[in-house]
């Protein structure tokens, strides 16, 4: 596998610490080098969750991989001090971005690129909403 994804929940009945933090990504060491997106409530628009999208730069990663990097990330990483409810995969394929009439899914786009849409959108006065959903 090239990416992965997982949504962190909070614990039940609770919203996420860890979504109120700025969107990022991060360069992970190791081989293979794997950069890991923290997708939170600024595109989100929810704080019950953030995403960790890990993408290998170079090579694949079997699925245990990527699993271990959730959890590790999770409980002892970025999220640290943060209390975690459940880690959910999510298809790659099944999240998709909205920015006003554009549409696309998440394993197309960079946080970067992301960013420029809404920023295009927001400096143009256009109809603006963006969320992550899954259909």
Do not use: W
Request: one cysteine or more; aromatic letters at 14%; proline letters at 2%.
């Amino acid at each position: 596998m090239r990416a992965k994804a997982f949504r962190v929940y909070g614990k039940e009945g609770h919203r996420f610490r860890g979504s109120f933090f700025e969107t990022r990504s991060l360069l992970l060491s190791g081989v293979p080098s794997v950069i890991m997106d923290v997708i939170n409530s600024d595109i989100t628009g929810t704080n019950e969750y953030s995403i960790l999208k890990f993408t290998c730069v170079f090579g694949e990663s079997p699925n245990e991989a990527f699993e271990h990097m959730a959890e590790v990330q999770a409980y002892e990483g970025i999220f640290e001090c943060c209390t975690i409810g459940d880690i959910v995969e999510v298809p790659l394929y099944d999240i998709k971005i909205r920015c006003g009439g554009f549409t696309t899914f998440l394993n197309n786009l960079t946080i970067e690129e992301v960013s420029k849409i809404c920023k295009t959108y927001n400096e143009k006065g256009l109809f603006f909403f963006f969320s992550i959903h899954r259909h």
